[in-house]
């Protein structure tokens, strides 16, 4: 009754998986809930359609894809494309090589962005989350 119905996703606030320092993964992985990395993704990294997915990049976390989340704190490095549909903290050792597409954005003094900030609004936002492979029509 008296909630507001642009209020952006709650953040999941625990972490479901890790990806360890040392540990390198080569292709495109989904997930659900929260998700830490330390270690390096060589692919897109990709919440499931429908529910918020927290992404949380270490200091020494390298992620080269394209990431689609709800919710992403970054303090590592990123190649590729970043679509948030809530919310972006770019903390002070973040470097990101591509454009950012956030709805709320947080940026501490010290982070890069070698590319666009481009603020989503409501309708621009559904249309930025969906994912649709390559090969499907």
């Known amino acids: 009754m008296f909630g507001n119905k642009n209020k952006p996703n709650k953040p999941q606030n625990r972490i479901d998986c890790l990806i360890g320092a040392g540990t390198e993964i080569k292709g495109d992985m989904t997930f659900d809930g929260g998700l830490r990395v330390d270690g390096r993704v060589h692919g897109n990294v990709i919440s499931v359609d429908g529910k918020p ?9 390298r992620i080269e ?40 954005l947080e940026m501490h003094l010290g982070a890069v962005v070698q590319g666009r900030l481009v603020y989503q609004d409501e309708a621009k936002t559904d ?11």
């Open 53 to 61: 997915g927290t992404l949380v990049l270490s200091e020494a976390a």
């Open 65 to 104: 894809g394209e990431i689609r989340v709800s919710h992403v704190v970054i303090n590592g490095t990123v190649v590729g494309p970043v679509y948030a549909a809530d919310y972006v903290e770019l903390q002070s050792k973040a470097n990101v090589t591509g454009d950012v597409y956030y709805r709320t």
């Open 127 to 137: 249309k930025v989350v969906q994912f649709k492979p390559a090969s499907a029509d």
